[in-house]
Each structure stands twice: as structure tokens, then as C-alpha cells.
């Protein structure tokens, strides 16, 4: 593994990584950011690790979250999932960066209900620049949250600690869920101009016969054009138009279908392959979902 990538496996790890004491609980940690400081000898460096991480910071930190870098305005709450990188790119000093950090191992939530449903908080999987900002009473909700998770960890562990401590990170991350709904709600006009440039997107790929050249647009695509995330953006179409993004591509391929089915002698397998799909039954079956009629049905009945 390249030298400049530090695995990060453990609670244990973490705390001795950044210089903030040992584990009171071998699978979960709070952190105050202001105790964590990265020198010059750190720039460059990779870390990946293994836990969920839950944070909330006032200020430009000395971290990359995944590929982007983002200065944080107040209260800017974040997620990041195992697996995910951050790249120390400057320097930061103790008490420079107001917040807490929340760390867990994906043990603790094992078998758990959380465990079944956490892949369900797609923001977990959000870009940074997608964060979640935070009203002042919403911050306190979730600080209140984040004293009583620390106070449990200070406990002795007993046949009660993981499920108040599963208890309390899925509230928080309901919250979370309904604050990141509100701020869905106060970017409507924002929002409604990234629904546009989704059907903007797929238009400009059906003029440009990428249909044919690389097969049905992604969801990645659509993202990418977006400049946002896969799980943000059908997060947000889902939000504002009640259809996620998937919905949307085969929404966008059944209509030119439709105008294939009227306006050419194409056979129904013919007009599959044109519009991407592999397999002709496949298309048969999404078509018919859309419009309640078999291509043949809605041909013969137009």
C-alpha cells in the first residue's frame, strides 16, 4: 500500500492516530476537533478508515472528505461511510476548529436493526460540498445527542450500553434525515434548476446518439452533469419531483419509444437496441409498467 496511506481499523487506532487519549469504549468515540492538530509533516497523506463518522465543524479544516475540498461555514454537519478517503492538505493548530466528531465501528451496529437499514441514509455516501447546514436549534438537537452518547461511553459497559448507543446514533440520524428534508425545502429554486438540467442532459445524450455509442445514460452521468453526487441527486429528484433518477432515464427512454412505436415500421426489438436496452424483454417489461400496454398493445391501439 502506497506510504502515504494510513489505515485507520479501530477506535483504538484512531484515538492514538490523533493524539486524544485511549478508548473508554473499544467500538465508539466522541472527539472535539478543537483537540486535533495536523503538522506540516502530515501534508499529503491519505487516511483511510474503516469506521462511520458523524461530524459537525464551524470552519475550514485541515481535510479533504473524498475528492473535494470544502471550506465549512457554521454548523455544516457531514457523514462519511467506511471505505471513504481524507487527505490532510494544511496545516491545522489545536482549538482551530470549533465541533465534535462522532466515530463508530460497524460492530457496534451489528445486528442491530440499524445495521439492516443504515445504507438507507444515503447521505452517508454524499459529497462533501452536499453537507447538511445546521440552524442553531438544529444543533442543538443533535448536540444534546452527542452529550448523551458521551456520557454512556464514560459508563462501565453492561447488557444495556450498545442498545443506548444504537438508540441514540439512530435518532440522530432520523434528525438528520428531517433536517437534510428541510434543506431540500429551502433550495426548491436551486433545485428546480438541477430537474431541469437533468432533462436537459438526457435530451442532449439522445441528439448526440450516445444511445448508441455507449449505451443508456447512468445515473453517474446524470451526476457528473450535475457536478453533484449519485446519491444526492436522486435524493433530491425524489424529493422534489417524487420520481428518483432512475425513475427519470426510464421515464425520458419509454416517450421516444413511444414516438418510435407510431412514427417507424421498426420492429419492437429494433427500437430496444436503439434505445440502449440489451435485452428486448427487459424493455417489454419497463414499457409496459410505464404505460400499462405491451409495445404491440400501444402501437396497434395508436
Known amino acids: 500500500m502506497d506510504k502515504k496511506i494510513i489505515h485507520i481499523n479501530s477506535i483504538s487506532q484512531l484515538l492514538q492516530f490523533s493524539g486524544t487519549g485511549k478508548p473508554t469504549h473499544p467500538l465508539i468515540a466522541v472527539m472535539d476537533t478543537a483537540h486535533i492538530a495536523f503538522g506540516e509533516e502530515m501534508l499529503g497523506f491519505r487516511i483511510l478508515s474503516d469506521l462511520y463518522c458523524i461530524a459537525l465543524k464551524d470552519g475550514s479544516c485541515g481535510l479533504d472528505y473524498g475528492r473535494k475540498a470544502y471550506d465549512f461555514s457554521e454548523g455544516v454537519l457531514f457523514f462519511s461511510a467506511p471505505k471513504q478517503l481524507f487527505t490532510v492538505t494544511k496545516v491545522q493548530k489545536l ?39 445546521l440552524s442553531e436549534k438544529e444543533q442543538s438537537v443533535l448536540k444534546n445527542l452527542v452529550n448523551l452518547i458521551e456520557n454512556e461511553i464514560q459508563e462501565r459497559i453492561d447488557s444495556h450500553s450498545q442498545q443506548v448507543l444504537v438508540s441514540n446514533i439512530e435518532l440522530m440520524l432520523s434528525y438528520s434525515f428531517r433536517f437534510y428534508e428541510r434543506q431540500f425545502n429551502t433550495r426548491a429554486a436551486q433545485n428546480t434548476d438541477i430537474v431541469s438540467k437533468v432533462e436537459s442532459l438526457l435530451k442532449n445524450y439522445y441528439k448526440t446518439n450516445e444511445l448508441i455509442l455507449s449505451g443508456q445514460p447512468t445515473i453517474e452521468y446524470l451526476a457528473n452533469g450535475c457536478h453533484l453526487s449519485s446519491n444526492y441527486l436522486s435524493d433530491l429528484l425524489s424529493k422534489e419531483t417524487g420520481r428518483s433518477a432512475k425513475d427519470h432515464i426510464n421515464d425520458f427512454l419509454i416517450e421516444k419509444a413511444k414516438n418510435l412505436l407510431m412514427s417507424s415500421s421498426d420492429s419492437v426489438s429494433g427500437i430496444a437496441y436503439s434505445l440502449g436496452f440489451n435485452y428486448p424483454h427487459y424493455f417489454s417489461r419497463i414499457f409496459k409498467k410505464k404505460t400499462g400496454k405491451t409495445p404491440q398493445e400501444y402501437r396497434h391501439l395508436n
Open 95 to 133: 482549538n482551530e476548529v470549533k465541533g465534535w466528531m462522532i466515530y463508530f465501528h460497524p460492530d457496534l451496529i451489528r445486528n442491530t436493526k440499524l445495521a439492516s437499514k443504515i445504507d438507507d441514509y444515503t447521505f452517508f455516501n454524499y459529497e462533501v460540498n452536499e453537507a447538511l447546514h
